[in-house]
């Protein structure tokens, strides 16, 4: 079967320890309103529109059987979009992209392969993140076994809302799991990100109890979950788990509001915790904690 | 730690006047020409160092731990306007004139400071070890000893005779340095001094001390500059190791000699950017030495196949990361197996932007092999200047072509014409590369291929190449027969004419022969192929274009190079930004880095042989001119338009390498380096991307991968556009601030805004 990605990055430094490929898998089941990937939400293939590199030039307008438009300049009219993907390419200036393409596994694998000398020098690997890569896991339960067959080491980046059952499966082939813990309130991380918490947090118990090696990462929102409260709660409830390797502390980037703007989704733009907030945040986390 | 009173010595250097001249060597340079300019030319040559060295002052600061600077101040208006019609009267004379008096050049501003009896212009490596071993005195007895030969010729004896008196002349200049130490109450320094004025370096400090006066009276007195220091972990390591066993050395101690010794190196550098030239400092210096930095190597394989990576390697490491100055360009040789330790502390310092570079010798050994340089000697392999490799004390200085690669694909192109400038407009000439380029090795203005299959009659990609290879052919062809053209006339106007590194280099005193005659016993034309990254995608251009998709003719398309793409500026947009190009990893792309090198390593071969007395050894490398070069070349099948820049060194075309740094090495690492003897790849990289320990554990594996992949240089600038443009609005508050430029570095601050601008946009595009 085919996965669908809408990126593939190499030589990423901040996905994990060394070098790695990270995958970005398209879909995810939550909607943070702060996602630096907003693209990554729908599970269907998208379309694009950057209106700070379009030139005005209509050379998508002419090759669009649907008719398409650009509208003043600021949108582009999307009614009748076949995701054909000619505008894409008629575009010179990186103002119109498609969202998203299928890749059979050995695909996939190819790509990743080319800088396996790279991961084995830097103790790196590759990242599965997105969206959210486990929505696609009987994807990975068919790519990753060819990935281990190469020896090279797998991580997993998940916002943990799946059924445990799922990642079970693909426990043999996973050498480390990031695992994203927005906020501890379940009404506060209802509201901002539109679930609740409670599987994701007794998904991280049992990684915890299964002594999977674990990374724990927070994007930290300034008024939001930026309070020694909820790290507070976080580091109690991770307790001294030595699978817990590291906690992450990710200051809020406006990298996604571009992005949301391409979909014309709406757009919330929040602000990065005061750089002394990092540091005592960091702080409760003892060792563990890595800004 | 660098000492406290070096810092307030750099400090005060970094604010010096850009004016500041060695007023006392030119004034007693136009003496000399008066005094001697009718003797023999190695007399001539002699009694003018002899003049200078005899009467120029010695400065000795209490805190200068090596002796050996010269005075500095800025002349009057009056004295540069003489100096400059003295200048005038030398070299402000047609090419064919100055062709009798200089054969190689490199630029005007190498040219115009050097008097036509007295020339040096460097870019090589001394016998630096034999010069310590041996000491002044027994090589003055040595070439004493070789005049006594009855059947030398008279201009033999007058070349010994010349070297004798240099000998002498810089002993004595020695020896009165150690009077002036003792006067200052140095007695240690002068006891240093009394020695290596006739003897050979007995301690650490003796060493540093002796080749510092080489240094200063070659680079600075008689212009031999771009250095390569060579090995100086391998050659000094006796005297470090033997002073620390009988306790006359401590590390701090040597720590503090070595942060002297690079410093000093920079202390008589002009504050300019030589590549610059529209700069002012540029345009207004004087002086012979330039800002063009010496080349130290470091680590690497020795002759017996261990690695070389001691102590003293640690100590200049950490040195030339502390300093961060812009000299010297330090080379550290990767091999397989470098301790760990090793490469971090390297990786760490280019990570801070130290003056480092990692060449590797798993590449440049068999490389060097393969154009007949023999063992044990390849193995203290060095470079100088832009990158141009080195066989230190067995060559000469530098001699070159920049071959612009992407030059006969036009040719190929147009039936062997130049589209820019139609070939019936032009008049016939001998050679291809005229005078003035031989001289520099750029190839500007018209070129002309030879006849050719027309566009139409080029059936396949196989063909094409084919064509290529012709024209490519036709111009190192061409070349050779320019270059032996000037080397036979050189031969006959210059036998005797000798230049200080004669003195100091192996063969020259055995042969009783100056290298430019043939004294040493390797000769190299470094020839530095331009654009490959335009080559690379302008073949693969058509492969898509013509051949696979049959989307135009070859004819087609050749029609709409030579019409500059107009009206069809969608397609050479296109082109630009739609088409795959190298430096993404992809086969069908990067398969051209290696048929294009192994068209151009043939080339070579077929114009080397024992047929000639200089042996072309190939590198990839433009320098800055690959701006200069784009100018000479109409458009491109990459979407490149007529006259903008061929790619830059080893890099994928500006903008082109969109799939990540990996991507962009791999794509590199396919060139058959263990053929290409030299040259630069740029990387920048953003500060953020390489901090911490994970970011430095990332970096230091990058750069393995890379050497193990089979790549041969890598040099980087951590630095972020926007810290380049706030340098750019307040250069006083950045002026320590140190760049890789191609072959050299440069305070960024003292580049020419159009370099600037350069480095800003490409850095601009980084991951």
Known sequence: MKGRVFNIQRFSVHDGPGIRTTVFFKGCNLRCQWCHNPESYETGIQLEYFADKCVGCRACEEVCPQGARIQDGRRIHRQGCTLCGKCAEACMYGAIAIAGWDLEPETLLETVLKDKKYYINSGGGITLSGGEPMLQWEFLSEFLPLVKENGISVALDTAGNVPYWKYEKLFPYLDFILLDIKIMDDTLHRQYTGVSNKLILENAKRFIEQGIRMHIRIPLIKGINDTIENAGQLAYFLGDAPNVEEVRLLPYHTLGVRKAQSLELPVCEFSPPEAHTMEQLREIFGDKGVC | ?767
């Open chain 2, 1 to 767: 730690m660098v000492r406290c009173e070096l810092k307030k010595r750099i400090e005060k250097w970094f604010d010096r006047d850009y004016r500041e001249t060695f007023m006392e060597r030119i004034n007693l340079v136009m003496e000399a020409e008066q005094l001697y300019r009718h003797e023999k030319e190695g007399l001539a040559y002699g009694h003018t160092l002899a003049h200078i060295l005899e009467s120029i002052s010695q400065p000795l600061e209490d805190s200068e731990l090596l002796a050996g600077a010269v005075a500095m101040r800025i002349p009057t208006e009056e004295e540069e306007r003489t100096i400059r019609e003295v200048y005038k009267r030398w070299w402000d004379i047609p090419v064919e004139e100055r062709h009798k008096k200089i054969f190689f050049y490199y630029s005007e501003n190498w040219l115009r400071c050097r008097p036509y009896w007295f020339p040096s212009f460097g870019h090589l490596a001394l016998d630096w070890e034999g010069l310590l071993s041996n000491g002044l005195g027994r090589m003055e007895f040595k070439a004493r000893e070789r005049m006594k030969d009855e059947n030398l010729t008279e201009d033999q004896k007058g070349f010994l005779e010349g070297t004798v008196l240099c000998y002498q002349a810089i002993s004595a200049y020695i020896e009165r340095y150690a009077q002036t130490a003792e006067k200052k109450g140095r007695s240690g320094m002068a006891e240093d001094l009394r020695q290596i004025a006739y003897g050979e370096a007995r301690t650490f400090a003796q060493a540093l001390q002796l080749l510092w006066m080489i240094i200063l009276i070659a680079q600075k007195v008689c212009g031999c500059g771009v250095l390569n220091l060579s090995r100086m972990d391998q050659y000094l390591y006796p005297f470090y190791e033997r002073d620390l066993g009988e306790g006359r050395l401590t590390n701090e101690k040597a720590r503090e000699l070595i942060d002297e010794f690079f410093f000093k190196n920079n202390e008589i550098m002009v504050q300019t950017d030589h590549m610059s030239i529209e700069t002012d400092s540029t345009d207004y210096t004087l002086e012979v030495a330039f800002d063009d930095p010496n080349y130290l190597i470091l680590a690497g394989k020795k002759a017996d196949g261990t690695g070389g990576v001691n102590p003293l390697t640690w100590l200049m490491v950490e040195s030339a990361e502390e300093l961060k100055l812009r000299n010297p360009f330090v080379v550290v040789r990767y091999y397989h197996g470098i301790p760990t330790k090793f490469w971090q502390l390297v990786c760490n310092a280019m990570r801070n932007n130290a003056t480092i570079v990692i060449y590797n010798d798993e590449t440049m050994l068999p490389a060097l092999k393969h154009y007949g340089v023999e063992a044990p000697e390849v193995f203290d392999y060095g470079f100088y200047g832009c990158n141009d490799p080195n066989i230190p004390g067995d060559e000469g200085g530098l001699r070159q072509l920049w071959f612009n690669l992407v030059k006969p694909l036009e040719l190929a192109l147009n039936q062997g014409d130049y589209p820019m400038e139609p070939r019936e407009k032009s008049s016939p000439r001998d050679c291809q590369f005229g005078p003035e380029d031989r001289m520099t090795g750029l190839m500007t203005g018209a070129y002309y291929g030879i006849k050719c299959k027309a566009p139409e009659e080029i059936r396949s990609m196989e063909e094409l190449l084919e064509v290529y290879e012709e024209q490519l052919m036709y111009l190192l062809g061409e070349f050779r027969k320019g270059f032996e053209m000037d080397f036979e006339a050189e031969q006959k106007e210059t036998k005797s004419r000798m230049r200080i590194e004669d003195c100091f280099l192996r063969g020259t005193i055995d042969n009783a022969q100056t290298w430019t005659m043939g004294g040493t016993k390797y000769h190299k034309i470094v020839a530095q192929g331009c654009g490959i990254a335009t080559v690379i995608n302008a073949l693969y251009a058509i492969e898509k274009l013509v051949f696979t998709d049959k989307e135009f003719t070859l004819r087609e398309l050749s029609d709409i190079l030579r019409d500059n793409y107009s009206g069809n500026d969608m397609l050479a947009l296109r082109l630009r930004k739609k088409l795959d190009k190298f430096g993404n990893d992809i086969d069908a792309v990067d398969k051209y880095a290696k048929i294009v090198t192994d068209l151009y390593v043939r080339g070579i071969e077929k114009y080397n042989g024992k047929d000639y007395l200089y042996q072309m050894w190939p590198t990839y490398s433009t320098d800055r001119d690959f701006t200069t070069m784009g100018r000479y070349v109409g458009a491109t099948p990459d979407g490149r338009l007529a006259g903008e820049p061929i790619s830059e060194n080893q890099s994928p075309s500006e903008g082109s390498d969109i799939s990540g740094i990996t991507a962009m090495l791999n794509s590199v690492s396919k060139i058959p380096f263990d053929r290409i003897t030299g040259g630069p790849l740029n990387l920048r990289l953003h500060p953020s991307a390489v901090q911490g320990d994970e970011g430095l554990n990332a970096l230091c594996a990058l750069f393995q991968t890379y050497m193990e992949n089979g790549g041969m240089q890598l040099q980087i600038n951590v630095v972020d556009a926007e810290t380049l443009r706030n340098a750019q609005c307040d250069p006083e508050k950045y002026k320590t601030l140190c760049v890789r430029v191609t072959g050299y570095s440069a305070f960024f601050v003292e580049m020419g805004r159009k370099a600037q601008d350069e480095l800003i946009a490409r850095t601009e595009q980084m991951v």
